[in-house]
């Protein structure tokens, strides 16, 4: 079930002019949603668009792991709050980014959670984005339903793994992007297959894919199918998110770079 209350749309910042708002969702937890927000927006950034990351996992955030920036590093001023910038350029705002330590936990109640997104997409400099990605967490609760009902998301795109009970988990979040009348841009299905370095053959470690019945069910097309490869894992663990270069996200990018450069209001439900 979800509220029916129409939300009002927070103002952004008078320095702000964001283009695009797309979101990366999954439902399930696990399936890569936040390595493949990171590697997105490297991508888009080679291509020359202005990229900024929201980090709306705030109890579970891994967006500044990828890219090596260190705990702390927002500051703020009366103008508002300036994100962390990472070697491409990319801007990026994080809950982990103003703890004293990466490893401190975030115990926040729904109320508190709801608040801090917003504040995020309100009282941040972002300046001029071409794109804001929305990294959002595992579930169609609070901090999800906060993102896609008070921030003008312009489209999402959905995350799953071969897994059956991924599909499962994916298939809510598609049916609760459906009742908010939100896009989907597409799917990804990560964790694909391994190639094999000896003799190129690929491999479903995970089982067979579940991915067209999530297609099916979104009415959405299959943009890519990324591997099981150890050493862009590394390089992303290693907080070198943006020496990985992935072709099969080509598909991803072109369609996000489709989306209107038009914000819209909060959906009804």
């Given at each position: 079930?979800i509220?029916?209350?129409?939300?009002?749309?927070?103002?952004?910042?008078?320095?702000?002019?964001?283009?695009?708002?797309?979101?990366?969702?999954?439902?399930?937890?696990?399936?890569?949603?936040?390595?493949?927000?990171?590697?997105?927006?490297?991508?888009?950034?080679?291509?020359?668009?202005?990229?900024?990351?929201?980090?709306?996992d705030?109890?579970?955030?891994?967006?500044?792991?990828?890219?090596?920036?260190?705990?702390?590093?927002l500051?703020g001023?009366?103008?508002?709050?300036?994100?962390?910038?990472?070697?491409q350029?990319?801007r990026?705002?994080?809950t982990?980014?103003?703890?004293?330590?990466?490893?401190?936990?975030?115990?926040?109640?729904?109320?508190?959670?709801?608040?801090?997104?917003?504040?995020?997409?309100?009282?941040?400099?972002?300046?001029?984005?071409?794109?804001?990605?929305?990294?959002?967490?595992?579930?169609?609760?609070?901090?999800?339903?906060?993102?896609?009902?008070?921030?003008?998301?312009?489209?999402?795109?959905?995350?799953?793994?071969?897994?059956?009970?991924?599909?499962?988990?994916?298939?809510?979040?598609?049916?609760?992007?459906?009742?908010?009348?939100?896009?989907?841009?597409?799917?990804?299905?990560?964790?694909?297959?391994?190639?094999?370095?000896?003799?190129?053959?690929?491999?479903?470690?995970?089982?067979?894919?579940?991915?067209?019945?999530?297609?099916?069910?979104?009415?959405?097309?299959?943009?890519?199918?990324?591997?099981?490869?150890p050493?862009?894992c590394?390089?992303?663990?290693?907080?070198?998110?943006?020496?990985?270069?992935?072709?099969?996200?080509?598909?991803?990018?072109?369609?996000?770079?489709?989306?209107?450069?038009?914000?819209?209001?909060?959906r009804p439900v």
């Amino acid at each position: 079930m979800i509220a029916s209350a129409t939300p009002q749309l927070p103002k952004l910042n008078a320095f702000n002019q964001v283009q695009r708002v797309i979101a990366v969702m999954s439902g399930k937890g696990g399936v890569g949603k936040s390595s493949l927000t990171a590697l997105l927006a490297v991508e888009l950034t080679r291509r020359g668009w202005k990229t900024g990351i929201l980090d709306a996992d705030l109890t579970g955030p891994s967006i500044p792991h990828f890219f090596g920036l260190p705990a702390g590093g927002l500051r703020g001023s009366e103008q508002g709050i300036l994100p962390a910038t990472t070697r491409q350029g990319i801007r990026v705002v994080s809950t982990n980014l103003l703890l004293p330590e990466a490893d401190q936990p975030v115990i926040w109640r729904g109320a508190l959670i709801s608040a801090t997104i917003q504040q995020f997409w309100t009282q941040v400099l972002w300046g001029k984005l071409d794109v804001l990605l929305v990294d959002l967490p595992p579930g169609t609760s609070d901090a999800a339903l906060t993102v896609l009902r008070t921030l003008p998301v312009n489209g999402v795109v959905l995350v799953t793994a071969p897994q059956g009970l991924s599909a499962l988990v994916v298939r809510k979040a598609v049916h609760m992007l459906q009742t908010l009348h939100i896009p989907i841009l597409g799917v990804v299905e990560n964790y694909s297959y391994f190639r094999c370095p000896a003799d190129g053959g690929e491999y479903a470690v995970f089982g067979a894919s579940h991915a067209p019945e999530i297609c099916e069910a979104a009415g959405a097309p299959l943009l890519a199918r990324l591997p099981i490869d150890p050493q862009w894992c590394e390089r992303c663990d290693s907080g070198r998110a943006e020496e990985v270069h992935l072709p099969e996200l080509s598909a991803v990018v072109e369609r996000i770079q489709q989306v209107e450069a038009v914000r819209t209001p909060p959906r009804p439900v």
